[in-house]
């Protein structure tokens, strides 16, 4: 999600976060982040705490796929 609509949106992740709640960001330009989200939607299926095709899944996917995109300069 883009810095202006996870900021705006009640429902995303930053704004579901508890006070006191650790987060982790990962920044469009880390060439690393594409991979990570993968890792870590696959991980969360494999836990069993997702499946392939819920919906937190795919926008995930579809994140690392823009954003691959973007760092190439497809997009």
Request: aromatic share 6%; net charge negative.
């Amino acid at each position: 999600m883009l810095k202006h609509e996870e900021l705006a949106d009640p429902d995303s992740c930053m704004s579901k976060a508890k006070p006191n709640e650790w987060v982790f960001v990962l920044l469009g330009r880390d060439i690393a982040t594409p991979y990570a989200i993968r890792a870590w939607a696959a991980e969360r299926i494999r836990l069993g705490k997702n499946r392939q095709g819920d919906m937190q899944i795919l926008e995930a996917l579809r994140a690392a796929d823009s954003i691959e995109e973007q760092q190439r300069g497809v997009i």
